[in-house]
């Protein structure tokens, strides 16, 4: 079975400084993945997703991920943190296989940005 | 603008209280899905309709039903809330079944069981 790992529950970052946000899964082969973000009661907003082609992927609000197949990670990456970007984001991954549709997530961090 | 609405934002219930959450979409979505989020936890899938068809997860409690009467809207039925149940549920919708078909969620009910 899939599996994802996010293994940083909380970051905190300082406004203007560089993020990476850590994802590991567990997949017999290249799963389809995505980042997703959830500001405080909000519903999810999808960042970015991998399919195939270029590894490094361009996501919504300045946010890319890099898959790497060696790794079997797929980090969320930004340069310059803004303090809108205090949020929750998932990784997830979805099966290429058939007609399954599941999404798996991972448990998610947290992400305070101070001032 | 095309979008995944829920209502109430936000519903109190009391224990063993019958509770009905709504989703609709504008988006035409074949494909509707209704996810469990508990504090600090990832969403789990708790079923979803293909058009008119219904699949529920293995694991979903038997307490949980759900209805679709039209392509727009999406009820989630909880028949006896117990405390386990206070949760954020989130609906879902996509176009296609399989995982690379986009999911958009909607903003989310956040429910509490006294």
């Known amino acids: 079975a899939q599996s994802v790992t996010q293994p940083d529950i909380h970051i905190t970052v300082s406004e203007g400084a560089s993020l990476e946000l850590r994802c590991n899964y567990s997949?017999?082969?290249?799963?389809?993945l995505f980042w997703y973000v959830q500001s405080p009661g909000q519903g999810l907003q999808l960042l970015l997703k991998?399919?195939?082609?270029?590894?490094l992927v361009q996501g919504i609000k300045g946010f890319e991920a890099e898959f790497k197949r060696s790794q079997s990670s797929f980090n969320l990456r930004k340069p310059s943190v803004h303090w809108s970007d205090a949020a929750e984001y998932f990784c997830?991954?979805?099966?290429?296989?058939?007609?399954?549709?599941?999404?798996?997530f991972g448990k998610g961090t947290l992400l305070t940005v101070n001032p | 603008d095309a979008m995944v609405i829920q209502n109430p934002r936000y519903q109190v219930t009391q224990f063993g209280k019958p509770v009905t959450l709504s989703c609709s979409q504008t988006?035409?979505?074949?494909?509707m899905y209704w996810y469990q989020q508990k504090s600090s936890q990832a969403p789990k899938l708790l079923f979803h309709?293909?058009?008119?068809?219904?699949?529920n997860e293995a694991d979903t409690p038997d307490n949980f039903q759900s209805r679709r009467p039209n392509t727009s809207f999406c009820f989630l039925d909880i028949r006896s809330p117990g405390l386990g149940d206070a949760a954020m549920y989130l609906c879902?919708?996509?176009?296609?079944?399989?995982?690379?078909?986009?999911?958009?969620f909607g903003p989310g009910t956040r429910l509490t069981v006294l």
């Open positions: 997830a991954v979805g099966d290429r296989g058939g007609s399954n549709y599941k999404l798996t």
């Open positions: 309709y293909y058009d008119k068809d219904f699949n």
């Open positions: 988006l035409n979505h074949n494909v």
């Open positions: 991998y399919f195939s082609g270029d590894t």
């Open positions: 879902a919708t996509s176009r296609g079944l399989a995982s690379d078909n986009e999911q958009f």
């Open positions: 997949y017999g082969a290249t799963p389809y």
